[in-house]
């Protein structure tokens, strides 16, 4: 990795996503030492308008053109996950650092060329699991080490959001990468591998076919190396009259963990944990998800910090994605030599 870097780290967006202003712009303006200074999207007018909603200085005329741009350090892969591998690759060779949005790609294999280009490229290739960069997780990790609850026995892990079907919105597109456990089971995955430490075996698995194609509603039953078990569930057909449900239940040797709203901590969150007949709850504050990301992002990228995502970890989830569906015979395009 190369312990150099412009004074200003520059970004440049693929993609005039919805995400990209909690994501990257807003936290850009609170961090003195990157900007954000152009975007690409599918149209040239689409990324005109985008760039002066935001204050972004150009637009480029292509997702190529901004590649390949001498004027930005790091690119910000926010297009559909069919895309992710193509310029995510693309950028890295062209020199820049990636910074790429969940799912990380398509499946393991688009995945594991990924993190290749990165490897050969010696750039930074990060997967955007924002709730991993929070002092609340941070907490999390803290309390587990310090065998607050004892050994982990079984955990189970949901993350449901209503996200209603239209004929533009990618994640109800298979071809597009889409589907609920892409979407957001790919949290509740990352959230018992990161909080056991190890990578599991799917034992059993189910998802619910939309009449679109992609699975409406996933759940899988996982095991672990040392006997812990773990239960992920996650839905895109989450009640209108609660939009947003993500919870996190450990059970430990000695007592139980809860963890309420891990995704977007700094919207609200508990931690509460029941040993011995007593319940201690704590929240922890700070700013975004989001912004903690961006600062470790530019920590990897001038050399001072080691990648938390991205690597082995982003083609072990994927992996996982994979085979889950595997276990489910649920059936997605195939998209390996895409």
């Not at 499946?107 to 699991?129: G, P």
């Not at 989001?290 to 001072?304: E, M, P, R, T, V």
Request: net charge negative; hydrophobic share 40%.
């Amino acid at each position: 990795m190369r312990n150099s870097r412009p004074k200003m780290l520059r970004f440049g967006i693929l993609g005039a996503a919805r995400i990209a202003p909690p994501a990257l712009i807003r936290p850009a303006g609170l961090l003195p030492d990157v900007s954000v200074v152009a975007v690409a999207a599918s149209s040239v007018e689409k990324a005109q308008a985008f760039a002066a909603e935001h204050s972004i200085a150009t637009e480029a005329e292509s997702y190529g053109a901004l590649v390949e741009s001498p004027q930005i350090d790091a690119i910000y892969n926010a297009l559909p996950p069919n895309l992710h591998e193509y310029w995510s690759v693309a950028a890295l060779e062209a020199g820049k650092h990636v910074l790429c949005e969940k799912p990380f790609s398509m499946n393991a294999v688009q995945a594991r060329r990924m993190v290749a280009a990165a490897n050969a490229s010696q750039r930074v290739l990060i997967e955007a699991f924002h709730y991993r960069f929070h002092p609340f997780f941070k907490r999390v990790l803290e309390l587990l080490a310090s065998d607050v609850i004892g050994d982990i026995r079984r955990v189970e892990a949901q993350f449901d959001v209503r996200i209603p079907y239209s004929p533009s919105e990618f994640r109800h597109d298979p071809v597009l990468g889409g589907g609920a456990l892409m979407d957001l089971g790919c949290y509740p995955l990352h959230w018992v591998r990161t909080l056991l430490g190890s990578e599991p075996s799917v034992e059993q698995a189910e998802c619910v076919r939309s009449k679109s194609g992609v699975d409406i509603a996933s759940r899988a039953l996982l095991s672990f190396p040392g006997g812990a078990t773990a239960v992920i569930s996650t839905t895109m057909n989450k009640d209108a009259a609660e939009q947003h449900y993500a919870r996190v239940s450990i059970e430990g040797a000695k007592g139980r963990m809860v963890l309420e709203n891990p995704v977007a901590p700094h919207r609200g969150s508990k931690i509460i944990t029941e040993v011995g007949g007593t319940s201690r709850s704590e929240g922890v504050a700070g700013e975004s998800t989001y912004y903690y990301q961006l600062q470790h992002f530019i920590a990897a990228a001038n050399g001072s910090e080691a990648p938390i995502s991205g690597g082995e970890d982003a083609i072990n989830n994927m992996q996982l994605i994979d085979q889950i569906y595997a276990a489910a015979a649920f059936e997605r395009p195939d998209s390996t030599q895409c």
